[in-house]
Each structure stands twice: as structure tokens, then as C-alpha cells.
């Protein structure tokens, strides 16, 4: 299996559910709905939603419904896309720029550009909640449900989120940093992947293995943005580079230096793999995904 | 029963509530969950959560165990709250004070509120999702996240909020007030009335009066708060009175005049009250909240 081409096909396997999942932005609310779409779909490469869809077929290959994951998937997008969105407004890190487009409040104003975030946020929600989607029973998709909302709240990604703007141009203590990364990125990566095995069934210890290769991947995810915003340009990342410096964020470069930085991604990757190892070769992408997150840091 | 000493003895019963159900601000994210605590403590007359209460007490009498059904009113809540902090903002109504206090922004930043109401928002579904609380069967529990995420999101709530903001200082037709009543202020309260039947087991009649109930008070709860607006002081608001003529906002006065609009309010409690026709004594509460609401309006 190739990385590059599984990625791609599952990216088109996401965008194309969101046809799907995701309202037209018609009638009464339209243009509220359109800024909505603006961003779901401004691109980005639906990390959140593969791992969910992988997790499922680590643990449950075929037999998986597209029905019963998608809209998982697709809520788990939205998740994302409504914290970028509410990140890059002006009293947050006041980004004009997002994967090489204009951000959402430079489009639709703040505004505008909140509720966006807030609508597609409840919208998460309405879809994983909704007993018409797939026919996984009540009690997964309110697990699923509890999950997700749990990681991406105040406990999670918006407690990490409260917790990085307040940290901004102080010092704090390294375990400050990695309560911020497991929090404001990790926690709904982990999420992703736990609500995917819940999905497709899984045990005690293949959920508690999941859940760990979650934790890990969403290390190495948060520490290699933190090496991307430190030594990438701009036109690579879509987005401002250099910008953790100037807002005086704490980032895993600035503790440890580049190179010992890229040794503990390398580090978080390899135990990652090392909690598949009970799964057998359904699990293929999952090990595949956690080498393509290091390999982004170059 | 007097009306005042009903809502006074909910209102304790559902801030007394908030100890269980809304997390303490200790820990490493004490500072944002301060700020979320902050807002929803503030007061307010818990209308949302009384009347998911009543509702389930209009069917199942003293049988509705309050482990299931104060989840459901403390999320209301919590959404409720949301919406304030977030339509308060500067981007958004710019208020700086609410319930005669200052509002959340004022105190803690404009990202600091933003992420308050995001993380009430999230909480609500971790609320309404967790297996944990009380003992209603999944499938009520998934059938309630639903309902009230629908009302909240951007058919209802947010994209009310958004048709407001995007019609301030333009003309238009009635019927687009009245899509913004229904959607802003009416799909919650109907939602609020509507998980109140679901956990209470109500059959589809039951149901389906309640949600015109709800509907009808929502209607006259928003109508009413148009007449404060344009007739009440400051003071007695305990937030800026005359803002909806000096954001340029289209109201019932401004279409129909204060009497007419009066009238109109009457008309749609008399309404919800015949909703409540084939109800026994047990809806009585859900009859006075509705005349409660109209004798706002003096």
C-alpha cells in the first residue's frame, strides 16, 4: 500500500460524503451556510476523518458500513474546521491566511465568521446524534457522541485552546506545553480514532491500544506543526510561518532545539506503531499514517 | 399554584443542579472554566430549563426522576448561555452589559469569551450524550442531543442569530422576521419543551402538542422581548434598552405598533394554551408559564 494514494483516496472518500452530510447552503439561512462550506471545504488533508475510517477497519475491515463512519467522519471535520475558524479570528491568532486561501472572517467578518465556527460546531452534533444516519445502535452513537464532545470541549480542544492564548509571551513550565498539545490537538485526534473502534465494535484492549496509538500520533502531530511553523515558509504551509515566534508561543523548538524536536516526534511515531502490534495487517493504514505524520516534518 | 414561588422553587432546583452537572473551575483549565461559570451563573430566569421540567411533568407527573431530566435542563441552560455570550460580543450586538452585569467579554477578553461559549456549547452535548447520567434508555438520550442540536445550530439558534445580524439597518419583509423569530428564539424554546416530553415517554399526540405549545410561546416570548426593548428602561433590563432601534433591527413595534403587537402576544399565549387542552392538571405549570411570559410585557 502506498501512503500517498490511500491518502488521496480516502480524502475523496470524505469530501464526497459531505454531499452527503453537509446542508446546501440554500433557502433561508444561505449565505450563513455558505460561509459554513466555505471553510469545510477550503481543503486540508481530513486527517481527523481517515484516522477514524482506519480505526474502524483496523478493527472491523470490510464489514465497516460507509453509512455507519461517515458521518462520523464528517462530524469530526466539522469539529476541526470550526476551531480553525474561531483560532484565526482577530482576537485569537488573527490569521488573513489558511491553506493558502482567505481566512473565513476575511470573507464573511467576524461576525459572520463566528457563527460559521458555532454552526458547524452544533452541526457536528445534529449529525452524530441524528437517528436517521447508518444503523449503528443508539448506545454506540451516544458513546461515539460523548466521546467526541468530551475531547473537543473544555477539557480537550477548546480548554487547550483557552489555555495557549492565556500562555502567549509567558514562561511557563514544559509540562504547561504538553498539557496544551494533548489538550488543544491531541485530545480529538485521540477521539478520532477511539470513535472509529467504537464504531466498528471493538474490545476492551483493542480500544485501549487505539486509544494510545491516538495519544501518541497526536504527540507527533502537534510537535511536528511546531516544527513546520518554526522552519517552513509561508507558501509551504498555506499559512503565516514563524507565527508561534512572534505571538511568543511555547513550542517544542523552543525548549529542545530542532533536532532533538524531530527525535521525540520520531520517538512518539515508533510507539505508536509499537500499540498495533496485536493487530494484524487491517491495520496496515493506521501504521502507514503514523510514519506519514513524521515524514510532514521535512 | 402561584406562578412566583413555582419559578423561584425551579429556578433553585435547577442552579442547585449546576453543583452536579457543571464541572468546578479548578485545574489546569480553572481560568476558562471561570469564565463559562461566570456567564451561566449570572442569573437569568431559567426559563429554557423550567420549561423542559414542566414539560416532562405535564406527562409523567412525579414518576420523571430529576437525575434525567436536569442533564437535559442544565444543557439547555448552557446553550442558552452561549448564545449570550457570543451575540453580546463586539463583533456581534456589542453590549457590555447583561442582567445588569458586565458582560463575559468585558471581563475576560474577547477570546476568552469566545471560547466560553464554545465550550458551554460542548458541553451541553457532553451533558445530553454521558452514559453516565441518570438511567434514560439510549435511545431517548440520542433522540433528545438530536432535537436540541437541530434547534441550536444553523436551522435554528445560530442561523437565526445569523439572518439578525445580516439584516440589521435593511428592509425587509415580515416574513423574514418572522423566519428570524422562529429560528433565534423559537426553535430552542420549542426544543427545550419537546426533550421534555421525549424523556417523559410522551406518545406522538402528547408530542406533537407540546411542540406547538412550544412554538406558540416561543413566539410570544420573542414578540414580548421586542415590546421590552422598545418600552422598558435600562434598569429594568438589566441591559441596554432601545438597542434594537440603534442597531437598526426590524421588531414587532417597529411593524405593528405597541398595541397591535401586544395583541399579537395575547393571541399566540391563548394559542399554546389550547395546545394544553387534552393535558390534566399536571400541565398546569406549563399554563402559567405561558401567562407568565405575556405579563412580561407590562
Redesign the interface.
Known sequence: MEIKSYLKEQRLLVEAAFDSYI?AATG??A???E??RYSLLAGGKRVRPILCIAAARAVGGNTIDDQNILPVACALECIHTYSLI?DD?P??DNDALRRGKATNHVLY????A??A???L???A??LL???SHGNL???K???I??CI??A????GM??G???D??SENTRFPFETLQ?IHR?KTGALITASVVSGAIAAGADREQSEALKQYGHQIGLAFQIVDDLLNATATTEQLGKAAGSDIELGKATYPAYFGIEETRKRALNAIEKAKTCLKDFDDKAQPLRLLADYIYTRSH
Open positions: 446542508p433561508d439561512f449565505k450563513h451556510i460561509a459554513m474561531h479570528l482576537a485569537m467578518g467576524e461576525a459572520g463566528i457563527l465556527g458555532d454552526g460546531l452544533t452541526w452534533f445534529d446524534c441524528n437517528p445502535d443508539s448506545e452513537k451516544l458513546a457522541s460523548h464532545a468530551h473537543a470541549g473544555s477539557f477548546v480548554g485552546q483557552a489555555l492564548i492565556a498539557t489538550s
